[in-house]
């Protein structure tokens, strides 16, 4: 069953064309997104040709300088696109938000030639990215990455194994964090690294529980010969380059999680009117009405704490505490959330006739990506106890 277009959300918006933009978005995902995505999921298709068109839209660039083809958007807007995008389907709202972290690196610490080189490409929507920090043994303990870069006159010479990377084996370029030095995280580089290099493969994708449509696959380095001049910021920067990124990265999670969660919601909320039991509909029933409440305060207390927080950002203050909250509520309450809906159809919520299972199954993985929850935690304690 297509789900019923996601309701439109009041926003608060900073300019017009902020506006246009948002209505930009709901079309696009009201006509490429929505008709397709329940058929593509169960298939486990990838829809490359989407990403294409929201770059011809300009939604793969928005928070980036306009000089090189970004969009020069603030987070605060950016993020609300990424809303809308992940309320139609998430494996395309987490594949630009994805997409968005793998342009991180050379956009905030690339030279101006390396940006100038490579980065309108990038931002026009004919490539697509990857980030590739976790590995099989370094998933919360990123500093422990054991994939290695040794530099052989002009070039770097990469071994390791990176997992667990969205778009792995489809992406045109990938950011890769290897280790260049000693142990720990100042030996740590990034490297600027193409889809096509020679001695690059992906494994097979994982058997997931979600996002089907989405090929998160190991990479392999089996020798890959990396010019030295693809180095995004100096050696020994690597884990400061990936920890300013997943800041961002975390606040594109909340914002997707927010959008699955409202598009679990309107389904809910429509389901509600229309069945009807004892004479009435089931709306009416006082249990069911408050498990509605609740979950529509929810998802306006996360979308009010993501918008926050992506202010922050653009006002150029600090804002990690804040992104790790956002992340944490965000994911936890979409959890909840989509759990509720299912609930609230009933058996019908157990089938795959409506969306419900799909949204409660794609909730999951967003309590895990970015950082687990438990890592969002541990990441306020410290800002919360620091001298």
Same mark, same amino acid.
């Given at each position: ?20 933009? @948002? $209505? ?33 839209? $300009?939604? @793969? ?56 080189? #490579? ?6 929507g004919e490539q697509l990215g990857a980030y590739c920090l976790s590995e099989p043994q370094s998933g919360s303990d990123a500093a422990a990455l ?53 001695? @690059? ?10 996002? #089907? ?24 920067q690597g884990f400061q380059i990936a920890l300013a990124a997943l800041d961002s990265g975390r606040l594109g999670i909340a914002a997707c999680a ?8 309107? @389904? ?69 959330v989509t759990t509720d809906a299912v609930q609230v159809l009933g058996g019908y919520g157990y089938t795959q006739d409506f969306p419900a299972e ?30």
């Open positions: 069953m297509t789900p019923s277009p996601v309701k439109a959300v009041e926003r608060q918006l900073p300019t017009e064309e902020a506006r246009e933009l @948002l $209505g930009l978005t709901r079309d696009l995902v009201q006509r490429e997104l929505q008709p397709r995505a329940a058929e593509d999921e169960a298939a486990g298709r990838f829809p490359r040709e989407v990403f294409r068109t929201l770059g011809e839209a $300009g939604l @793969l660039s928005l928070p980036y300088d306009e000089k090189y083809g970004g969009g020069d958007q603030p987070y605060e807007v950016y993020l609300q696109v990424l809303e809308e995008l992940a309320a139609g389907w998430l494996a395309v709202g987490l594949g630009v938000s994805v997409h968005t972290l793998s342009c991180h690196a050379l956009a905030t610490f690339g030279t101006d030639e390396q940006r100038e080189t #490579w980065l309108p490409a990038m931002l026009s054991r994939t290695r870069a040794d530099l052989d006159g002009d070039t770097y010479v990469v071994n390791g194994t990176k997992a667990w990377i969205t778009h792995g084996g489809q992406a045109d370029f990938y950011s890769a964090l290897v280790r260049t030095g000693v142990d720990g995280p100042k030996g740590i580089s990034c490297l600027l690294v193409p889809g096509t290099q020679q001695g @690059l493969s992906a494994a097979p994708p994982e058997h997931k529980m979600g996002m #089907w449509s989405s090929p998160t696959a190991q990479l392999h380095f089996d020798g890959a010969r990396v010019p030295r001049e693809r180095l995004v910021g100096e050696e020994g927010i959008g699955v969660a409202q598009a679990a919601l309107d @389904l809910a909320v429509d389901y509600a009117r229309t069945r009807r039991q004892f004479g009435r509909p089931i709306a009416e029933f006082q249990g069911l009405s408050f498990m509605l409440a609740d979950m529509a305060t929810q998802i306006e207390a996360g979308r009010s704490l993501y918008l926050s927080a992506a202010r922050l950002r653009d006002a150029g203050r600090p804002f990690s505490k804040e992104a790790a909250m956002a992340k944490l509520f965000c994911t936890d309450a979409v959890m909840r799909r949204y409660m199954r794609e909730a999951k993985v967003l309590q895990i990506v970015e950082g687990t929850n438990q890592i969002q935690r541990l990441v306020i304690g410290r800002h919360l106890t620091k001298a």
